[in-house]
């Protein structure tokens, strides 16, 4: 079968879409880029913009998907194959309980952390749950370690911070890291790179492209941000047979639906549940809290405490809120599914009256005679 090898297509691809026929599927493809109204597929021979597919899910920037043609005969996206991971992140807007799925078939997640702004403790823990519940393996990449000289000590504390994450620290500008960096993405694998504007980006996707493959914009000396340069999310061919996914600069990461990437982010906490002296501990107030007693002795810091608190305070109202909006569909549906049937029933009892006058004034008629 051949395949989009450049955007990551190998033999256990292949076997994927074996598994997972589809009717009228002529040829593998995978999703280059998502626009407005069509998705750039990077098919075996060509890059080819197509319209979204009719039937089933909305493709994300990744996905492998079936090509063929569609009723008019004209090439279409016939059908999106099971993602093996995707990274989501909760809509933008506040009141959304829905998922924004930024890249799907990912194997390593690349939380950018550069050494020229204070370190955010909580945006790179935010980040890392996220990189754990999508199904890929999370990897902290330090970028502008020539422009500080307190690379070192960045490095320190996003070591403590990401405590079981590999921490790579990069030069762009020098080329310092990279063969390190691509040393952690799998034969024909695929890594996206997350963190905020200005991080260098699209500075780490030109050295490793080997190309002008992204624009480059200047940073504030003020506050160390800069502009979007990067304003979707796309597939990059590496050299080496690996794939890079850019994305935007993100302000923030809503959390969605995250359990397993709490697990693995905050595992050392959930192990410190299991030492207090009540099951149902609330770790507060409660006599032999691990909790409490690893906070007064300094073995867990009060930072991390209350950034776990937060995390699962915000997964608790997501919850609460797609718990809500399921039960106002559920609602609208039932409430629609009623109005209909009485207008049906209405309009049937109506029916009935006009068709029981219909026969009473015809036999009226038939048994009237006329007059001579």
Not at 50 to 59: A, T
Not at 226 to 232: I, N, Q
Not at 287 to 293: F, M, R
């Amino acid at each position: 079968m051949a395949g989009p090898v450049p955007y990551g297509f190998t033999a256990r691809t292949a076997a994927l879409f074996d598994a997972h026929p589809a009717p009228g599927g002529e040829s593998p493809g995978r999703v280059v880029r998502v626009d407005r109204n069509r998705v750039l597929v990077a098919g075996a021979a060509e890059l080819r913009h197509l319209p979204y597919p009719v039937h089933g899910e909305i493709p994300a920037t990744g996905d492998w998907v079936w090509l063929g043609a569609n009723s008019a005969g004209e090439p279409a996206v016939i059908a999106v194959l099971p993602r093996q991971s995707a990274l989501s992140r909760k809509r933008a807007f506040e009141a959304s309980s829905e998922a924004q799925v930024l890249g799907a078939n990912v194997d390593v997640v690349g939380v950018v952390v550069p050494v020229d702004r204070p370190l955010t403790h909580n945006r790179l823990e935010r980040t890392l749950v996220a990189a754990w519940d999508s199904g890929a393996t999370p990897l902290v990449i330090i970028t502008k370690a020539d422009l500080a000289d307190i690379a070192d000590d960045v490095v320190g504390k996003v070591i403590l911070q990401a405590a079981g994450v590999a921490v790579v620290t990069t030069s762009a500008e020098q080329g310092d890291g990279l063969d390190e960096l691509l040393g952690h993405v799998p034969a024909g694998g695929t890594l996206v790179l997350l963190g905020p504007s200005g991080a260098g980006k699209s500075t780490l996707i030109n050295a490793l492209a080997g190309h002008h493959a992204q624009d480059v914009g200047p940073v504030r000396s003020g506050d160390g941000k800069g502009r979007h340069t990067t304003t979707s999310r796309e597939l990059v061919p590496l050299p080496g047979g690996a794939v890079l996914m850019d994305t935007p600069g993100v302000r923030g990461f809503g959390l969605f639906d995250a359990e397993d990437g709490m697990g693995e982010m905050f595992g050392d906490l959930e192990e410190l549940f299991g030492g207090c002296r009540f099951a149902d501990c609330a770790h507060d107030r409660e006599p032999g809290c691990a909790v409490q007693a690893a906070l007064a002795d300094g073995t867990l810091e009060i930072r991390r405490w209350e950034s776990y608190l937060k995390l699962q305070r915000e997964l608790a109202a997501l919850n609460r809120r797609h718990d809500a909006a399921a039960r106002r569909a559920y609602q609208r549906e039932w409430h629609q599914k009623v109005v209909v049937a009485g207008k049906s029933q209405r309009a049937a009892e109506r029916y009935g009256h006009e068709k029981a006058g219909d026969r009473a004034g015809g036999d009226g008629k038939r048994g009237k005679r006329k007059r001579s």
